[in-house]
């Protein structure tokens, strides 16, 4: 998301070109990153539950700004993050740290500051991941640019894509209703409802403004 609520009522802004901003009281400021003078080009920005905030740079990797202090923290390649262009972030109900990039999937391992790449050998498609969502049960779901929706269960990856019954395997959005209903954002196909194991197409063919769903 290009937008963040912290819980002091702070707006945080990821902006392509101008790094991040914020709004506070009303009033907009530039947050500086002297750790970080190229990270202009945020394509994402996410607050964690304690308040710390992980943002996406382009050519940089991630930024982990601190709560307390606003102190900052950069994981890149030599962390074993798969790509620096960083697209989406999840924390789960686990409390573990979830990261899409145009390389593919990651885990973010506290303890040792490192990722864990999830590859082909593991059951992912692999590609580019600009969406993730939890659902009610605790299963991950990750958007790709090509390869659908996949959700990760049980340590196992499952994908759903055309031939599954999406509407477009270029999925930018995902979001689940109070009614355990996953709702799938894609970029060509509408929007897709899947409920009881089976898609629900809404596009413009049926009044949808437009068939590209934005993250």
């Known amino acids: 998301s ?26 907009l400021s530039h947050f500086n990153l002297p750790q970080a003078p190229l990270a202009r080009d945020i394509r994402t920005i996410y607050a964690d539950r304690e308040g710390n905030f992980w943002a996406g740079a382009a050519s940089v990797g991630i930024i982990l700004i601190k709560n ?4 900052v923290e950069i994981f890149n390649e030599s962390h074993g993050l798969p790509s620096l262009i960083v697209s989406s972030f999840l924390e789960d109900s686990r409390g573990k740290m979830w990261v899409g ?6 885990l973010f391992n506290y303890k040792k500051a490192s990722f864990k790449i999830y590859q082909a050998r593991d059951g992912f498609p692999g590609g580019f991941v600009g969406a993730l969502g939890e659902d009610k049960d605790g299963n991950i779901w990750i958007g790709t640019n090509g390869n659908g ?16 019954g999406l509407s477009n395997d270029v999925v930018t959005s995902i979001c689940e209703d109070r009614e355990g209903n996953l709702w ?13 194991e089976k898609f629900m197409v809404l596009d413009s063919e049926l009044g949808l403004s437009s068939d590209v769903v934005l993250p």
Do not use: E, M
């Open 2 to 27: 290009a937008l963040c609520l912290h819980p002091d009522g702070t707006i945080w802004i990821a902006s392509r070109g101008n790094g991040i901003n914020t709004i506070k009281n009303g009033i």
């Open 68 to 71: 307390n202090d606003h102190s």
């Open 184 to 196: 799938i954002g894609t970029a060509g196909g509408g929007l897709n409802q899947r409920k009881d």
């Open 149 to 164: 929706l996949i959700r990760f269960a049980n340590d196992k990856f499952s994908v759903y894509n055309l031939k599954k």
């Open 101 to 106: 990039t145009a390389a593919g999937l990651a």
